[in-house]
């Protein structure tokens, strides 16, 4: 069983940073890819980003591209989201996901588990 555990969240303003990170507990995600997502109420789970299983193959949504950078540390079991330049439409709840594959890309399904997410609000 994996449970995966989001932190990092909060309340910023327009143009600050954040850094959200991943981390499992009980079986480690080393050797699945892991990705982030986003939804907020009412609307569809989007995806942001997502990082293979040693770290060597990314993918961003263009929504996020050149200001979100998604990395891993697998001795630390935990996989990290740099969130700059912050615009109020990037407030939503954010969840981290692994996949059941060492690969995944922005139009797989195949995520096995998911956390709670953790809230980011980003105020004009």
């Known amino acids: 069983q994996v449970q995966l555990v989001e932190s990092g969240g909060g309340l910023v303003q327009a143009g600050d940073s954040l850094r959200l990170s991943c981390t499992s507990s009980?079986?480690?995600?080393?050797?699945?890819?892991v990705g982030w997502f986003r939804q907020v109420p009412g609307k569809e789970r989007e995806f942001l980003s997502t990082?293979?299983?040693?770290?060597?193959?990314?993918y961003y949504a263009d929504s996020v591209k050149g200001r979100f950078t998604i990395s891993r540390d697998n001795a630390k079991n935990t996989v990290s989201l740099q969130m700059n330049s912050l615009k109020p439409e990037d407030t939503a709840l954010y969840y981290c996901?692994?996949?059941?594959?060492?690969?995944?890309?922005?139009?797989?399904?195949?995520?096995?588990?998911w956390g709670q997410g953790t809230q980011v609000t980003v105020s004009s």
């Open positions: 996901a692994t996949s059941a594959r060492p690969i995944a890309t922005p139009t797989s399904v195949d995520w096995a588990y």
């Open positions: 990082i293979s299983w040693n770290g060597g193959r990314t």
């Open positions: 009980g079986r480690t995600f080393t050797g699945y890819a």
